[in-house]
């Protein structure tokens, strides 16, 4: 552009005294993020070690960071509840978390809705209906606990892909009907329909398991086994770093499918890798940790309220970390402090945090709808 | 002789058109499409409803391939272009309301760099001189800080512009970008186009239904005729030949030449003629209140004169010339003076519908 060059030196005083401007609110803006991030990481840590040390049997905090470093604990029993009981439960939490949190902000912007999460559109519900179809066909041998890494794999591949069949449902119903409230409904439908489905095949053939699947179904991290988790860590662990490469394509949709496309990206390309992400951390999830709900509503919300941005350079990360540490305070409240010897599940805990999230979302879009 | 610079965009030999299925025969809509816009020009697009402009903007700018013949962007064939490629050298705004959650006007111009950007994202210097510049050139400066949520239409409507021209392109298509907002965002909003059409030296290319805005600030009018045609010119040219009026004007209607616009005949009066004496806008306003009330102002001698004069409101006068007259009347305020024309042309008016 010829122009561009000369208008410099035609720029008048006030105009470089705002250009200049941006430069001091800019590394003020850094400054709020980068400390927001660290608050957050360090709340994380914090969560960690309290959920560790504390159970029906205390182990002191200085106790638990000396075993985390990997110096010599006090007693081989405080190491062995450490290693092999809590910190299990604790790295489920926190990957659940993350995954969900991650699944949800992209699939808010996938769906141009503000109410979409794996929970609320039934994906969680398909996951459990492909698990289930898996563990029912080959004989029933048991909920995942028991079966050989082969089987162990087909049954989180029979899950993922079950979360994907949901999520392309819901993709297809909300290109088609626009209004977020009927998506949701729709969704609502859809996760009742998958559960439904669930009930039957299990009720008809061993219905024995039905309790072990309604605790399941209202989601749990504390039956996850080191063993399992390798699975859980390293397929959540490779999508949620795959997932920053779609950061970018993912703003440019905030702007809309058609102006994405005028801005290169490839839109069609950007859908799949988004659904495949989402149905695969979804799905991993489901599959170990049952449906755990509104972290992915609520995690992307908070990460936004808190950046004052909805940059999903930032709020993908942030989304993970608050995701983490909801799971966790959740497990915390639900029985992990040790106070009771019941637990409940993790639902019932996540639900304070999603559903007056959901409202807001609600009241305050109509509220701004009306204003317009 | 001054050497042409190549144009920035140009349609060789374009048909346009859509298919209503796949496999099925394409629906040709415009046919043997000749067009080019040169760096720096300012080209608006008209045409009634239906004849085809969305189709040739949304070829032009590569939403969807002609049936034949080529678009070029720089020289280059449209569809040989990747689509980063093709973003830099093209930006686009469309109609369709823009919902960016939390954002900054700074954000949503910075998103123009993407087709810029390494996969991951990352602003380089370069980058940010574009977007203070694109915030600048758009008059948007002041309000990078500010959510794009608070924003008039007006703003937005300029925010979105200046991330276009984040995007530094060759060619800037706007679809109706001038629809939703008020006389005066409107004037503004023209005069920052035509001003960032010389100084950056884009190509720019609106649609817009506003005859009158298209016809006095476009270097070149980009017609679309309604039968397949698309005819391409100085607004003087379309205006002066019977192009515009023979797209536009349906029954009853006419190009009028003074506003610039189509205006409804229906209420003429043949014979109801009248010479407004006045000057200046006294002069002018009376004339449109005797239109407006269904008579012809004429300059020549008529049957009645109208006299006007200057106040808040104006005085005026009616006399006939002819002795005894009904018409003859005073009055302050145009209000009773088009209720009294009216009166005295009611019997007329009546002749004339029913003859």
């Avoid at chain 1, 490839?266 to 951390?281: G, I, M, Q, T, Y």
């Avoid at chain 1, 019932?348 to 007056?356: L, Q």
């Avoid at chain 2, 965009?9 to 859509?18: K, N, W």
């Avoid at chain 2, 939390?102 to 001189?129: C, F, H, K």
Wanted: contains cysteine.
């Amino acid at each position: 552009m010829s122009g561009s060059g000369t208008g410099v030196e035609e720029m008048t005083e006030d105009e470089v005294a705002s250009r200049a401007a941006p430069g001091r609110r800019h590394r003020s803006r850094v400054g709020y993020v980068a400390g927001l991030f660290g608050l957050l990481v360090l709340l994380l840590l914090g969560v960690v070690v309290v959920l560790i040390a504390q159970g029906s049997i205390p182990i002191p905090v200085g106790e638990v960071l000396r075993i985390l470093t990997g110096q010599d604990a006090e007693s081989a029993v405080n190491r062995t509840i450490v290693l092999d009981a809590r910190l299990p439960k604790v790295v489920a939490g926190l990957l659940a978390g993350a995954a969900l949190a991650v699944g949800g902000a992209q699939m808010q912007t996938l769906f141009r809705n503000p109410l979409a999460d794996p929970f609320v559109l039934g994906v969680s519900s398909g996951a459990i209906l492909g698990a289930a179809i898996v563990i029912l066909g080959t004989g029933g041998v048991g909920w995942l606990s028991g079966l050989g890494v082969v089987s162990q794999l087909g049954v989180t591949g029979a899950a993922v892909a079950g979360a994907a069949g949901v999520l392309l449902i819901a993709l297809g119903i909300a290109r088609r009907v626009g209004d977020p409230v009927v998506v949701l409904v729709v969704g609502v439908m859809l996760g009742y329909l998958a559960g439904a489905v669930v009930d039957m095949l299990v009720y008809y053939t061993d219905p024995d398991r039905l309790q072990a699947l309604a605790t399941f179904t209202r989601g749990s991290v504390r039956n996850v086994t080191w063993h399992e988790l390798q699975v859980v860590a390293v397929s959540c662990a490779v999508v949620l770093v795959l997932s920053v490469f779609l950061a970018q394509p993912l703003n440019a949709l905030l702007l809309g499918e058609r102006y994405a496309g005028s801005l290169g990206v490839n839109v069609r390309r950007v859908h799949f890798l988004s659904l495949a992400s989402v149905a695969v951390l979804s799905g991993v999830i489901t599959a170990y940790c049952g449906a755990i709900g509104f972290v992915g509503l609520a995690a992307p919300h908070l990460a936004r309220g808190l950046l004052r941005t909805s940059d999903h350079r930032l709020v993908l990360p942030a989304s993970a970390l608050i995701g983490a540490v909801i799971v966790l305070v959740a497990e915390y409240v639900a029985g992990g402090n040790g106070l009771t010897r019941t637990s409940l599940p993790l639902n019932s805990v996540t639900a304070f945090v999603g559903a007056p999230v959901i409202l807001w979302v609600l009241l305050s879009g109509r509220a701004r709808r009306q204003a317009r | 002789m001054t050497v042409e610079p190549r144009p920035a965009l140009q349609a060789v030999a374009v048909s346009a058109g859509y298919r209503r299925r796949r496999r099925h025969p394409a629906v040709t809509v415009l046919r043997d499409v000749h067009l080019a816009a040169r760096p720096g020009e300012l080209i608006t697009l008209i045409g009634p409803n239906g004849a085809g402009k969305s189709t040739l903007l949304r070829t032009l700018v590569g939403a969807q391939p002609p049936l034949a013949g080529h678009v070029l962007l720089d020289g280059r064939d449209l569809a040989a272009l990747s689509p980063r490629q093709r973003a830099r050298r093209l930006a686009v705004t469309l109609t369709e309301p823009v919902d960016v959650g939390q954002m900054t006007v700074d954000a949503v111009v910075a998103l123009g760099r993407i087709p810029y950007r390494s996969w991951i994202g990352r602003e380089n210097a370069r980058d940010r001189a574009a977007v203070d510049r694109a915030l600048l050139d758009a008059g948007v400066a002041d309000l990078r800080d500010r959510p794009l949520t608070d924003l008039s239409d007006g703003e937005r409507q300029r925010v979105m512009v200046a991330r276009a021209l984040a995007q530094e392109p060759a060619v800037l298509v706007l679809d109706e970008p001038t629809a939703f907002l008020d006389v005066a965002r409107r004037i503004e909003f023209a005069a920052m186009l035509t001003r960032l059409s010389t100084t950056t030296g884009t190509a720019i290319v609106l649609s817009t239904h506003d005859l009158a805005f298209a016809l006095r600030r476009a270097d070149q009018v980009w017609l679309v005729g309604g039968d397949g045609t698309v005819t391409a010119g100085a607004p003087e040219d379309l205006a002066c030949g019977d192009a515009i009026t023979r797209a536009f004007t349906g029954e009853n209607m006419s190009f009028d030449d003074a506003a610039a616009t189509i205006v409804v005949a229906d209420d003429e009066v043949p014979g109801a003629t009248v010479r407004v004496v006045g000057e200046g806008r006294p002069r002018q306003w009376a004339e449109h209140a005797a239109r407006r009330a269904g008579w012809t102002p004429t300059p020549d001698a008529a049957d009645h004169v109208l006299t006007v004069e200057p106040g808040t409101p104006c005085r005026w006068r009616v006399d006939g010339t002819h002795v005894p007259d009904a018409t003859r009347a005073h009055g302050i305020g145009f209000d009773s003076l088009v209720t009294h024309l009216r009166g005295c042309a009611t019997p007329l008016r009546e002749d004339a519908r029913t003859g």
